[in-house]
């Protein structure tokens, strides 16, 4: 992936505790490219869950990913 370029979109949820799950892309590049969007969004730290009533809630993100050389 060090000299491809292009652009893999992604989606992913965001549970409740700010974990990551059912990554997938969306929309992709090359197989090398793919998979390196695929294992970035796999590896990210917990993020805040979305809310409401003040509860935390599992939320659906859809994100692209862009590589350049």
């Not at 700010?18 to 490219?33: E, N, Y």
């Not at 294992?39 to 009533?53: D, L, N, V």
């Amino acid at each position: 992936t060090k000299n491809e370029k292009g652009r893999v979109i992604t989606s992913f949820i965001i549970r409740e505790d700010g974990s990551i799950s059912d990554v997938r892309v969306i929309q992709g590049g090359s197989p090398a490219l793919n998979a390196e969007a695929y294992r970035i969004i796999s590896q990210m730290p917990k993020w805040k869950p979305g809310q409401q009533g003040g509860k935390p809630v599992s939320v659906k993100m859809t994100i692209p990913i862009l590589f350049h050389p």
